[in-house]
């Protein structure tokens, strides 16, 4: 579509186009060179700053892989907890029964209307109150809590997106040789719908990774974040070289994902062995719920 | 049990997100805009400006973005984007932030929109001699809002939960006063329930009325 809300180009056009470029080229190269100027004039541009990263291993080893290995465990964690609360969550939705369904809908639409780093911060206070957790993993568990609780919720919603997008002959083909409710959930639509849902999951895992930096920044967890935070102190005040450093890392991480997921999903759509059904990266976002209070963007 | 509440600003920490909010939706509405209309227009190098943009931002978490517009911006080069007080500076930069964050998925769901509007219209706008900035303006970006106010809803509502993320940098919104409060008093559960009915507040009734405008607007096809 996008390619086609304008005719292939005349030479009127391309001269036009040219002087476009020449004219936005200008506009980024101005406000480039401020940008250079404003860093060179807090000499956050010297060479010391910036040095650490480029000659020794040391900011490598004992800043940004801890904080990296501490950002992949919390993702980790929360994942294997979220996804199977989320799986019967989002099949207890679908349930026929209003006294499994309705309690079910309620949990979730709550945990997916209230910010992460509320749940957070409930969490801290709680291992701290309730539990014996000693105060050094309490951060962990915390941040960890805080992912499992809206992740499951928006699992549920993806889980029960992508059962709803299978055709609806399945089930009645599962019915029609006499399989229980149970049986036709878990041997026919739950193994269909899961592969629908792969990219839909994947792309999730980006939303998990970023929000383990909320933990970082307000509960004094040792992830990625942090550990730049503690890094520009012990080099000099790097911080424009270290926020770039962490920064190019999570993109990294992040675009890695992200690609995966769109190629998973585009080479699911290619099968012809499934129904066809795919929960997309972008519908994802939206699923069920019925529009309410949705938004997996974090 | 509840006398402790009068000791605090409750009502003006909401306040202070919802400022949050809605300054960042009504600027990320319109650099999303334009991003989607640098990404669908016809000059390469404003369509790849876009794309990296879009691509860039979407993978950097928000607390990364929020903090360095405190510790780098603020703290390293001193922008303070006219405000004289730390405490201003720090609810515009974090109104940046959220910004520069918001409108990349700003993009996404309008171009989703744009998406959904039919190739023949385009080309009938073309037909009648529009140009490319008249074939959106006129034809394609009026069909395309109404039939993204859902994503958009969606982005509305996933940014009312991030401006939470100013917390970070102290901003005195919702998120911080709870923190704060939590830690002086002993009243866990009561206190995250008024935060968690709090934002419930803000979001569901946003996600229930947009919902029903998205339907009301939506070009039936």
């Known amino acids: 579509m996008s390619a086609l809300l304008y005719d292939a180009q005349g030479p009127r056009a391309k001269r036009r186009n040219v002087l476009f470029t020449v004219a936005f080229l200008a506009v980024l190269a101005a406000v480039l060179w401020w940008v250079y100027l404003t860093l060179k004039d807090s000499g956050q541009l010297e060479w010391v700053l910036w040095e650490p990263f480029f000659t020794s291993s040391e900011p490598w080893s004992t800043y940004i892989w801890p904080g990296l290995q501490n950002t992949l465990k919390a993702a980790v964690l929360a994942v294997i907890i979220a996804l199977p609360l989320g799986a019967v969550l989002g099949i207890a939705r679908l349930s026929e029964h209003a006294w499994i369904r309705v309690p079910a809908g309620a949990v979730v639409e709550f945990f997916r209307a209230i910010p992460v780093l509320i749940l957070m911060i409930f969490g801290l206070a709680l291992f701290a109150e309730y539990t014996n957790v000693s105060s050094d993993d309490r951060p962990l568990y915390a941040v960890v809590t805080g992912l499992v609780l809206y992740n499951a919720s928006v699992l549920a919603e993806i889980v029960r997106a992508g059962i709803l997008s299978l055709p609806k002959g399945q089930s009645e083909a599962a019915m029609a040789i006499g399989l229980r409710k149970n049986q036709e959930m878990r041997l026919v639509l739950l193994p269909q719908a899961v592969t629908a849902m792969l990219p839909a999951i994947v792309s999730q895992l980006v939303v998990i990774v970023k929000d383990t930096a909320l933990g970082g920044a307000v509960l004094t967890f040792p992830e990625l974040l942090a550990s730049a935070n503690t890094m520009s102190g012990y080099y000099g005040a790097n911080t424009i070289a270290s926020f770039t450093v962490v920064a190019v890392i999570f993109i990294a991480l992040n675009f890695a994902l992200t690609s995966f997921a769109s190629w998973l999903e585009r080479r699911l759509r290619r099968a012809k062995k499934s129904t066809g059904a795919v929960v997309g990266v972008d519908e994802a976002q939206i699923a069920g719920g019925g529009g309410t209070a949705g938004g997996g963007v974090n | 049990m509840f006398d402790f509440l009068s000791d605090y600003d409750i009502l003006g920490a909401f306040w202070t997100t919802v400022q949050l909010a809605l300054l960042s939706a009504v600027g990320s509405l319109i650099w999303g805009t334009l991003l989607a209309a640098m990404r669908v227009g016809p000059v390469p190098l404003m369509r790849g400006f876009g794309t990296a943009y879009v691509n860039l931002v979407r993978n950097i978490p928000l607390t990364v973005i929020i903090l360095f517009t405190s510790l780098g911006l603020y703290q390293a080069l001193n922008i303070t984007l006219g405000a004289d007080r730390s405490d201003t500076a720090n609810f515009r930069l974090a109104v940046l932030g959220l910004i520069a964050y918001t409108s990349a998925f700003v993009c996404e769901a309008l171009r989703s929109g744009i998406n959904t509007v039919p190739v023949g219209q385009a080309e009938a706008a073309r037909a009648i001699g529009l140009s490319f900035s008249q074939v959106l303006r006129l034809v394609v970006l009026p069909q395309a809002f109404r039939s993204a106010v859902g994503p958009l809803t969606n982005v509305l509502i996933a940014l009312t939960?991030?401006?939470?993320?100013?917390?970070?940098?102290?901003?005195?919104?919702?998120?911080?006063?709870?923190?704060?409060?939590?830690?002086?008093?002993?009243?866990?559960?009561?206190?995250?329930?008024?935060?968690?009915?709090?934002?419930?507040?803000?979001?569901?009734?946003?996600g229930l009325i947009l919902g029903w405008v998205g339907k009301k607007v939506a070009v039936k096809r």
């Open chain 2, 161 to 206: 939960k991030n401006t939470t993320v100013a917390a970070a940098i102290g901003v005195a919104e919702a998120a911080l006063l709870m923190k704060e409060m939590i830690e002086n008093e002993a009243q866990l559960l009561l206190i995250s329930a008024i935060f968690a009915f709090g934002f419930v507040c803000l979001t569901l009734p946003t």
